[in-house]
């Protein structure tokens, strides 16, 4: 099967994620990257930078230029490892812990909002297929990220 450009799933994925990203940024009041980041530091801390990575399946790049943004708010703390001064150990500050909890109700409000109206049977149909996606991109790319 071929799609014709006027019906292409995977341009239509790519507007979808872009209309879903600043939605949750109008609604919740941050950015879905930091937000994510933010939780997993939460779920992880003390976390290393670079396990961090791997885990939310971001570069290694990318992640520093947000940690920076996110340590000079005041949401997370970096500092270098004891065992290796190598590697930066990342731990949520006292008003990280703060935004994360006021950002929650709005999150999932969001989660709910965008959700609302599809079947159980829906959601996970779109489910399957964007997990299938997702194993074929990586795939082309050579990873297996989470």
């Known amino acids: 099967m071929s799609y014709s450009l006027e019906r292409n799933l995977l341009q239509?994925?790519?507007r979808t994620s872009r209309a879903m990203?600043?939605?949750f940024e109008s609604e919740v009041g941050e950015a879905l990257p930091k937000?994510?980041?933010?939780?997993?530091?939460?779920k992880h801390a003390p976390v290393g930078q670079k396990q961090l990575a791997q885990v939310i399946g971001i570069d290694p790049a990318s992640l520093t230029r947000q940690m920076k943004q996110l340590e000079l708010d005041g949401l997370v703390k970096r500092e270098s490892d004891l065992k290796d001064n190598r590697h930066t150990i990342v731990t949520l500050t006292a008003k990280g812990e703060k935004r994360l909890a006021?950002?929650?109700p709005k999150r999932q409000?969001?989660?709910n909002d965008a959700l609302a109206g599809f079947s159980e049977e829906q959601l996970s149909m779109v489910e399957q297929v964007l997990s299938r996606l997702e194993q074929r991109f990586q795939s082309v790319e050579g990873?297996?990220?989470p």
């Open 12 to 14: 239509q994925l790519g």
């Open 21 to 23: 990203y600043s939605a």
């Open 35 to 42: 937000m994510r980041i933010l939780l997993q530091v939460e």
């Open 102 to 104: 006021e950002l929650r």
């Open 109 to 111: 409000t969001f989660l």
């Open 143 to 145: 990873t297996d990220q």
